[in-house]
Structures are given as C-alpha cells and as structure tokens.
C-alpha cells in the first residue's frame, strides 16, 4: 500500500515502458510510441535521447516511405550492443546463450551434461561456455545481467539450493558461484525451465496477446510456468506451478514423491514404454521411438499414444477449469505427445472441462521451440534493465 | 504498457493510497501514515485534508498519551457516513447489507429465497430490503456503489447471464436492473460469492497478509475465490476458480456438468448423506446432522464424514501443489465438513501434496464467518473509490 511514485520515479517508468517496448515488439517509429505510450511528442523525443545517450537505443530515419512530410524516426533496440548470458541446465545437456535486448541469440554454446553431475557441479562447464564467447564480445558491449534456467526441481542434501529455485528465491550457491566466476557486478538470477519458458513465449512467442498462460514442460518430471493475470504464479513461497504431482489416478501408479498416481507418473515416459511393450526401454529416445512407431501404424504404439493422450487430456483438463488459461503450451518432450495425441487431448477437454473454458483455450506448442529456456532466462536478466535503464547500465 | 502517470494522476494514487489504508486498517495517525505511504509530513498532511472536505475522513486528537509533545492526530475512515449497499443471492436465502467504509456492517436485513426463483427475479426482494434500510439513511451520507455476490453459477436459458459473472463480466440483468430500480447514479457489480469472501477474507480476515489464497465455498456446488500474488484470479474469460469440477475420481459419481467424479460431487451433500446410509435425505441440513451424528459417536456417520474428508483433503492437496497458497480457507457449509475431519484432510495433504508447499499452508475456517460475502461484495464498490476517491464521491 505503499503512494504513488516520485517525479523521479515517473521519469524512470517511462524510460522503463518505452525500453520495454521496444525491447518486446522490436523497431517502432516515434509517432507509434507517442500513440501507444500515452505520452506527446516532446516527452518521447527526450526519452529516446536519454536512453539513446545510454547506449541502450538507437534512432535512424525509416525508408523512404513515398509519402509527403518527415518521416517519424525508427526507435529501435541496441541489440548488438546490450546483452544478457543466458544459462539452461537440463536433464542431459547444458546449454548457454548470449542474448541481446529485443531477444536476439547472438551467440551459443552446447555441451552434455555428464550423467550423475549435479546442477550446481555445471558451473566450470557453464563458466567456459560464457568465458569463450565473451572473447569476441565488442569492448563496448553492456552486459546487463544473467539468467539461469534449471529443469526440475533441485534437491541437494545440503539444502542450500531451494525445492523450486525462482527469482525471489535464488539458488544462491549456482547463481552467486556464477557471478563471482564470471561478471560479479550483475546479478545471476535462477529460475525453473517452465517458468521462464512461459515468460519467453509470453514476451515474443505462443501466448503473446495472453494474461493467462500455461506452459507444461517434462524433463525430469512435469512442471508447469503459469501465468495468471499478466504475472508469473509463483506461489507464497515460490513452490506453484508443481502440477506434475496432482493426483489424477488415486491409487495409480508410484511416484518419486511418494504418493500415487500424480499426473507425470501417468503421462510419463516409462507409463508410455511400459504400455507399448517396451517396458525394458527407458528414456526420451525411446519414448520418441514408441511416438514415431505409432505414427507409422504400429498398433501397440498406437494404443499406448492413446492413453498417454488421455491421462494428459485428464490433467489439461482439470488446470482449464481450475485457472481458465487463454492458451496451453506444451513444451519439452510433451511436444512430441501433445502432437501425436491432439484428439485424445481435445476429447478429454470436451468431456471434462466447462464449456466456457474449454470453448476458450488455445492448445498449442511452443513458438520459441527449444530457444524458449535461453529467451526466457535472459529475460529475467533484462527485467532488471526495463525497470529502471539508466540504473541497470 | 502504459507509461508512468501524471502529477494529477500521482495525486489521485495518493489520495487513494491514504484512504485504502484506513479503510483496511482503521484509525491511524498521521505519524504512521507517514512512515507506512512513504510520504512526507505535509503531503500527509495536505492528502487527508482533501479526503476530509470530500467526507471521506475525518481527524481527531487521540486520547492523552501522557507523554510530552504534541501528539499525532488520527485518521480514521467515514464509516457512518460513506457506505456502499451489498446484496447476496444464496441458495435458499437472500441478505442484503449496508455497509460503511472500513468494513462496518452499518444494517442489514435477510429473507428466504423462495424455492426456483431464479437469480434475476430476486430483484424485488433486494429493492425491497435496500429500500426499506434507506429510508434511515442520514441526507448528508454517501452513497458510493453495489456489490452483488451470487452463489454457484448462474444458468439462464436466454443467455444475458454468465456462466461465472464477475466485476468485468457482469450479469447485466440483474446488476443493471438493480442500479434503475435504486440508486442509477452509481455502479452495480456483479460477482460470484467465493471471490468475495476470497477478497473480504484477504483485506480484513483470516487471509489477512497472505498474498496467496484459496476461499473453498459450497453452496449449489463447489466455487473457489483464488487470490494470486495478492490479485484476484479471474483467468482469461472471467470463468477461473471452477475447481469443483477437477476430477478426483476417474469413473466416480456423476455430476451435473456431464463429467464424472468430481470434487463437488466426491464431498456433496449427497455423497455425504449415502456414505451414512441416509441416501434418502436431502439438503443441507440433513447433512448437517450426519455431521452432528458424528460428532456424537455414530460409527456410521463417523464413516461417512472420514471419507467425506478424504476427498475434501484430495482436492486441497491437489490445489496446494499446483497453487502453493499461503492460506485455504473452508467457507460455507465445507466450515463444518472441514471443522469435523481436519486430521483426515490434514492427512491427505501430508501425503499427496510437497513439503515445501503442505508446510507452508494454513488451514482455515471464515473469520468473518457468513458475513465474508456482504463485506467482500461491499468491496468491489469501495474498490472504485479507494481508486479515485474524488471521482467516486
């Protein structure tokens, strides 16, 4: 309940929301930005100024549009110039990106992670992915800050790093170990893969135009990033979204958490080999191998695409009548599930969820692809730069 | 992304600020206004002068405080003065209150809602309480709005109802109706009651200072008022919050909606009353006094209740993995369900739901009692003036 903001604090919101446009919808004339900002002329000319001066913009006369008068000059971000490192730690490879403003890979890195490596055992691999690229970064390059996208949840016996690492409550031994290794004066801020997957799509992907937003992600288990009223659902103590472990089968199958019968036992990859007849197999390769047999024909395939289609069907259904998202996405290995069983899924939600939700969702996967982890995980880096650009710099 | 407000605009946050604080917190005095708005002594100063000429508050020395100095004088809000009418559309009963600003129930009537009168022809009854209390009402008083909380979903053959109305989607019948026949100068908001009491709960109850909030209420069916990240959860289409119709049991009872085994249908009435052997019965009371008879040593009621809370704790568990809420509050008849099988549903919840989150959660019954959904419908009405207060007056 705190007042309203300073003439000092203004000024900053508005560096901030014209940044953040740009940022987000790419080059925009001036004449868009006074329309869509609610600010005259005057005002956006010296913002631009300011954020130009600061390096994190630039202004260049459009092309000639055959029409009469001057031309409205084109704001567009420092892309090039202004950039995040964005790490992904996932369940059998490591990855790290250097992303300019406006979500641009600029440079990558991919390696495997060693089977058995603990997430916060990465950091020397990650650390010489970000050191060797930043070999070829511009002396007068802006490095704003970091992020890291971790899959799954993170236990560690120490208990230093938190059940559902998040923004708020960081996984200091990864993210400050990181900081210190590499560029100590920006913050390394860790999140979960499905939470800033759903942020990145939100931003520039599958859910632009969405408040309400659902991004299932498998690696390890299933999660979910939620998006609710425009803002990531984080929970009291930053632990929501775990909807892998909703029971939709009492008595079900065993999960790691002890219960029975949660959801990402019963969509699972060995749920899907075990119903095939593949039960000795394990992994992604195979459950992909089982995916693409059932597109060529093979009926036991068939069958068991079919009732993974239904138990995620199932779960969809339920989060639809629980939150009323405007788009589901699904990411990760339930892509490949969600596109093989699209019509068990939508017949679930046409028997299970309300009509007014269900007429109302979006199913889709993600428009991002793979990149939806690194955009995402710079974005909480580049958070920082569009709440306050001159402080950030 | 609109971009930072303007003096007139900070000035109105300002005033808006001041008067939610002691519209929340009661009497306060200008020393702690001062500190807790963040703002200096004469704006304070200035702001309350404003709010006092408009009504909105008023200002008195506090009692002696024995100690030296001139003392800090309190603000406290216009209770008796400022007031918004609230009505409730419950299953067999109707209420409607007038309600002063901080919350104070300043008079009230209620009568039983006649069996199969739909929720628009309520109308006349409503008016008549409201008219009635109106004629005590003092000339120099404020009227500042409606709010209107509906139990269940509203159905209505023509379709001019929503399947969930709520403050952006209202039931334009019934709240416009309400508006011409009393008071045409001011808004009527349409809401559906688990979201009120979620938001009274959350502003002066016991969800106070949690900033994530499950009401469970149980009226006709199964609603819950979801608070997340302190904001109300509407979802994409105003429908959100449906979590009566998550299925809990694959194959279970039917339920209305089409689907089977739902959480409504899992903890009804019904199921409550067939689990004790009196299937027969009906309604609310009937499973009041299974409850009773529990409670009393009926081993067949204890049975029933047992089971009853089994699933009440399913599908809070299933809630509190996917939300990882602060505080789940039971209101309704579910107070006495909860009241009378916590350690079953407690039990439930310690082995479905993660420890990060069950830790984290507090169950918890209305301490506002049934007064939840007048005091959170008065608050959509004050809402409006807590964000202008000149404008709304």
Chains 1, 2 share one sequence.
């Not at 730690?89 to 603990?118: F, T, Y």
């Not at 428009?367 to 569009?386: K, M, P, S, T, Y």
């Amino acid at each position: 309940m705190r007042a309203g903001p300073s003439q000092e604090e203004i000024r900053r919101q508005n560096l901030g929301a014209l940044l953040r446009y740009v940022h987000l919808r790419g080059a925009t004339s001036r004449a868009e930005l006074t329309t869509s900002l609610g600010l005259n002329r005057s005002t956006i000319g010296a913002l631009t100024a300011e954020l130009a001066a600061a390096g994190l913009v630039s202004e260049r006369a459009p092309r000639e549009t055959g029409r009469a008068g001057r031309p409205s000059l084109v704001v567009r971000p420092e892309s090039a110039r202004v950039y995040a490192y964005a790490y992904s730690i996932e369940v059998d490879r490591l990855r790290v990106a250097r992303i300019g403003l406006g979500g641009v890979v600029l440079d990558r890195r991919q390696g495997e992670r060693p089977p058995g490596l603990a997430a916060a055992d990465t950091l020397p691999l990650l650390a010489g992915f970000a050191k060797e690229m930043h070999q070829s970064v511009a002396e007068d390059s802006v490095y704003v800050g970091s992020g890291v996208a971790v899959c799954g949840r993170l236990r560690r016996r120490d208990g230093a790093v938190q059940v559902r690492p998040d923004g708020d409550r960081v996984d200091r031994t990864l993210g400050e170990a990181l900081g210190e290794v590499l560029f100590p004066h920006r913050p390394v801020l860790v999140s979960n893969a499905a939470d800033v997957s759903a942020v990145a799509e939100h931003a520039r992907g599958a859910a632009t135009g969405y408040d309400n937003v659902i991004y299932l992600h498998r690696d390890v288990g299933i999660d979910a990033g939620i998006i609710v009223g425009g803002r990531r659902l984080t929970g009291q103590g930053g632990h929501g979204g775990e909807v892998g472990h909703m029971v939709v089968r009492p008595g079900g199958r065993p999960c790691g958490c002890g219960s029975y019968g949660c959801w990402e036992t019963e969509i699972g990859e060995y749920a899907l080999l075990e119903s095939a007849g593949a039960g000795e197999d394990t992994g992604r390769d195979a459950a992909l191998r089982v995916i693409d047999a059932a597109s060529r024909g093979d009926a036991n395939a068939q069958a068991a695409v079919r009732q993974i289609g239904d138990w995620l069907g199932f779960g969809v259904a339920n989060l639809v009548n629980i939150l009323n998202p405007g788009v589901v996405i699904f990411g990760g290995t339930l892509r490949e599930v969600y596109l093989a069983a699209a019509a068990r899924v939508r017949s679930r939600l046409n028997s299970m969820a309300l009509p007014a939700s269900r007429e109302q969702v979006r199913l889709r996967t993600p428009q991002l692809g793979e990149d939806a982890a690194l955009i995402g995980a710079a974005e909480l880096a580049f958070e920082q730069l569009l709440a306050d650009p001159l402080d950030a710099t």
